[in-house]
Structures are given as C-alpha cells and as structure tokens.
C-alpha cells in the first residue's frame, strides 16, 4: 500500500515556541488531513486540505497542501501545554475505488515543556 | 451528542477465542471505517464500509471480518484471534461526502494472550 513518512517522530520544546512537521508520499493524494490525539482517546481532526498548493490556518495551526500532492507540513505558533499529543497526517484519494482508503502517517509525539 | 461509540473498550482474552468490537454511530453517515494503531506505525486501516451492505479491504485486513447490516454499526470481528492482533483499535465515520472528515470513537484497546 502507499506508505506516509511523517517526521520527526517526537519534538521536545519549550513553552512559546513554534513547532513544524511534516509528511511526504511516494504517492499522490487528493486530500491532506491534520489529526491530532491525546491520550487515551482518538483522533481529532485538525485541518484538512483540499487542493494542492493550498494554505489553511486554524487559530495557531497553519497547514499546507503541497504543490507536487505528495506531501504537506503542519506549523504550531506559540506552542502551549495542552498541545501536547501525538499529530498525525493522513491523506486520502478522492472518487474511484480508491475513495474510502485513507492512509496515515507514523505519527509526532510533541512534548511542551512549561 | 454526535459521537462513534465502541464496546468493549478493554478487552484481556486467549488467543483462539473469538470475539467482536462494536461499533455504532448516531450521525447517519454512510461511511464507517476500523483502524489499529501500534508503536511507531500510525494507524492502519483494516476495512471501511462506503453504505449498507458494501465493505472493502483496508491495508492490513488479514484476520479480520466486518458486516455492515444497517448503516449505524460497523462490527470488527476476529474470528481466531492471535497475540500478533494485540493493539488498539479506533472505529471511525463520516458522511462520505469527499470533502467531509472522519469523526473516530475512543479505542479499544485488545489484549490476545
């Protein structure tokens, strides 16, 4: 199957700081999704991004769509305590039999130090 | 309240013996999916269900097995479950629409002695 390669695995950071990660693809996708998890429950959508090239923004969040569809990055501005958890993205393809599959990333464990 | 619920969310059984997660959803959605989730490898999907009565494989639906009879439970089944199916497990829905996102439950959480 098509294979996600989230990085990095974990992020240590101070309070106030701003955070980035990001995802690439061998393969293309036609959506991009941001999930974040915190213990204990499931994911939580964050963002998600529809059309390659495009900037999407959600309070501190600003995600964005890569040009070639085969990757995306998440930024974090100012980062807080209860950001803490583990972000995943995920991508899916649109129409088809491929609609439906949704394939995940390995996931980044942020850590926020007060 | 819209929300996914699974049952059992912890589970302790041997390897053999056969048992099923539910899954139920109160939103109406047509699509329902089940994940697991282990270390270092994200979550994986094992099979999703786009309406009554229509299912398909996910990456990882070896030792698996769904029903879809009515569009608000989703079951994953094990019918011989083996110490390897050790893992959490996230059921998940959505409307089905393209740009509409999947809406996950809690987890459950199986341990196959």
């Known amino acids: 199957g098509q294979q996600l390669n989230q990085s990095p695995q974990s992020m240590f950071i101070q309070e106030g700081e701003d955070v980035s990660m990001n995802c690439t693809s061998s393969?293309?996708?036609?959506?991009w999704l941001w999930y974040k998890q915190d213990p204990g429950e499931g994911p939580v959508l964050l963002i998600a991004l529809y059309k390659a090239g495009e900037l999407t923004s959600n309070g501190r969040l600003t995600a964005q769509f890569g040009i070639t569809r085969k990757d995306s990055f998440l930024n974090i501005s100012a980062s807080i305590p209860s950001d803490v958890g583990i972000y995943f993205c995920?991508?899916?393809?649109?129409?088809?039999?491929?609609?439906?599959?949704?394939?995940f990333g390995q996931g980044t464990i942020l850590t926020v130090h007060p | 309240e819209a929300q996914v619920t699974q049952n059992p969310r912890y589970l302790i059984t041997v390897t053999g013996k056969k048992l099923t997660v539910t899954c139920s959803q109160n939103m109406n959605h047509e699509y329902m999916s089940w994940y697991r989730q282990d270390p270092g490898l994200g979550l994986r999907q094992i099979y999703y269900?786009?309406?009554?009565?229509?299912?398909d494989k996910g990456d990882v639906p070896e030792g698996y097995k769904v029903s879809r009879k009515e569009k608000r439970n989703f079951p994953l089944i094990l019918e011989s479950p083996s110490p390897n199916q050790t893992s959490l497990y996230f059921c998940?829905?959505?409307?089905?629409?393209?740009?509409?996102?999947?809406?996950f439950g809690d987890g459950t959480r199986l341990s196959i002695l």
């Open positions: 998940a829905s959505s409307s089905g629409q393209w740009n509409q996102p999947q809406h």
């Open positions: 995920a991508g899916q393809l649109d129409g088809g039999t491929s609609y439906g599959k949704l394939t």
């Open positions: 269900s786009m309406n009554v009565e229509v299912t």
């Open positions: 393969s293309i996708f036609n959506t």
